[in-house]
C-alpha cells in the first residue's frame, strides 16, 4: 500500500523525497514477501499481497484522495477480501 500510495506523490518520479520513500517501500515490500514465502505457497503468499495491497490502496484512496466509495467500488473490494479469506482458510494444516 505504501509504495502504491506513493507513487501519487512522486509526480512521476520527480519529487525526490516521495520518489525515495515510495522506492524504499517497494524494497521494504518485496523483502516481506519473500519472508511470507517461506513459510506460505507461493500462490496464497502473493495472492495475499497483491490482495491486501489492492484493498488497503482502494480504502487509501477513498480516504485520501476522495476518490468515490459506491457500492460496486465496495463490493468488488469485499470479493477481494474473501478470495484472500478463502486462499487462508483453504490451506492444508
Given at each position: 500500500?505504501?509504495?502504491?500510495?506513493?507513487?501519487?506523490?512522486?509526480?512521476?518520479?520527480s519529487?525526490?523525497w516521495?520518489?525515495v520513500?515510495?522506492?524504499?517501500?517497494?524494497i521494504?515490500?518485496?523483502?516481506l514477501l519473500g519472508?511470507?514465502m517461506e513459510?506460505?505457497?507461493?500462490?496464497?503468499a502473493y495472492s495475499?499481497?497483491?490482495?491486501?495491497?489492492?484493498?488497503?490502496?482502494?480504502?487509501?484512496?477513498?480516504?485520501l484522495?476522495?476518490?468515490?466509495?459506491?457500492?460496486?467500488?465496495?463490493?468488488?473490494?469485499?470479493?477481494?477480501?474473501?478470495?484472500?479469506?478463502g486462499l487462508?482458510?483453504?490451506?492444508?494444516?
Open positions: 500500500m505504501g509504495w502504491a500510495i506513493g507513487l501519487k506523490y512522486t509526480a512521476g518520479f519529487r525526490l516521495p520518489t520513500w515510495t522506492v524504499l517501500a517497494m521494504i515490500s518485496l523483502w519472508i511470507a513459510t506460505l505457497p507461493v500462490g496464497t495475499v499481497w497483491v490482495g491486501v495491497g489492492a484493498v488497503g490502496t482502494v480504502i487509501l484512496g477513498i480516504v484522495f476522495g476518490e468515490p466509495a459506491n457500492t460496486g467500488r465496495l463490493i468488488s473490494v469485499a470479493f477481494i477480501i474473501a478470495g484472500i479469506v487462508k482458510l483453504s490451506m492444508p494444516a
